[in-house]
């Protein structure tokens, strides 16, 4: 199993960068399932909510869905 590092969950959930989400599919696609760090989800979390402007229900559904 593969772990996956910030970015690359970040790219699959915001879908913002066409180039990197292509590479973190691809990604995804070869090695999943990911084995996610308590940590990369920690960060992912805090991009999503500071950079993104996710909020709790965004946040809270997308970790239900996952």
């Not at 970015?7 to 590479?23: A, C």
């Not at 979390?45 to 965004?58: A, H």
Request: glycine share 4%.
């Amino acid at each position: 199993m593969a772990a996956a590092d910030t970015n690359v969950l970040v790219r699959l959930l915001q879908r913002d960068e066409p180039v990197q989400l292509r590479k973190a599919m691809a990604f995804l696609e070869q090695h999943g399932p990911l084995w996610i760090s308590g940590a990369v989800l920690t960060e992912t979390v805090w991009i999503l909510t500071s950079v993104y402007g996710w909020d709790k229900p965004k946040l809270l559904a997308m970790l239900h869905a996952a």
